[in-house]
């Protein structure tokens, strides 16, 4: 048994739906795009993509970490460690 909590997870919605990407084991993964925060969270739900199954991460909405500002969420004063997803 294997104690290493990084995986390939596959996210649903929002602007990388579909991508398959690195996971650091955490039940919220954060991206950056375009300057803005993009939240996934982890599901139960797993799905075949490409032959392999993947745990399903959907998509969550956007932040701002500047602020607040129209159509997005404002940080509850968080820090955001969003991933690398262009490794």
């Keep these: 048994m294997t104690t290493d909590t990084n995986q390939d997870i596959l996210l649903v919605g929002g602007p990388r739906d579909g991508a398959v990407v690195h996971s650091p084991g955490s039940a919220v993964v954060e991206i950056e795009i375009d300057g803005f925060i993009h939240k996934y969270v982890l599901t139960s ?14 998509y969550d909405g956007e932040i701002d970490p500047r602020g607040a500002t129209p159509g997005a969420e404002t940080p509850g004063g968080g820090q955001h460690n969003p991933i690398n997803i262009d490794e």
């Excluded at 739900?45 to 991460?57: A, E």
Aim: glycine share 8%.
């Design 45 to 58: 739900k797993k799905r075949q993509h490409d032959g392999t199954s993947y745990t399903v991460y959907n």
